[in-house]
């Protein structure tokens, strides 16, 4: 098993930046992909990013494709998601998931750990 803890969440302004960490206990992260998902009041979990075990494959929603960048540090046992250019459609919670695996999945239900989320409100 792997417990997650976001952070890193916060209030910005429409264009600003904000970095998203996820750490997750255990000695065995790299076995799991990871990923981040968000969900806006009223609306459904949505996938915003995947990376790989290693890190050497990475996908994003075209919603943020060219804004955030997810990485991680196997070492440290974290993910990270880099915001830039934040727009207001971006203010949701976002969760940290992880899979263990190979097939980098983006949907939801096929993420087996989550964290408690982290709130990002953007304003215009």
């Known amino acids: 098993q792997v417990q997650l803890v976001e952070s890193g969440g916060g209030l910005v302004q429409a264009g600003g930046s904000l970095r998203l960490s996820c750490a997750a206990s255990?000695?065995?992260?790299?076995?799991?992909?990871m990923g981040w998902f968000r969900q806006a009041p009223g609306k459904e979990r949505e996938f915003v990013s995947v990376i790989s075990r290693g890190g050497g494959s990475t996908y994003y929603a075209d919603s943020v494709k060219g804004r955030f960048t997810i990485s991680r540090d196997n070492a440290k046992n974290t993910v990270y998601l880099q915001m830039n250019s934040l727009k207001p459609e971006d203010t949701a919670v976002y969760y940290c998931a992880a899979k263990a695996g190979v097939v980098v999945p983006t949907t939801p239900d096929q993420f087996n750990y989550w964290g408690q989320g982290t709130q990002v409100t953007v304003s215009s």
């Open positions: 255990g000695r065995t992260f790299s076995i799991y992909i």
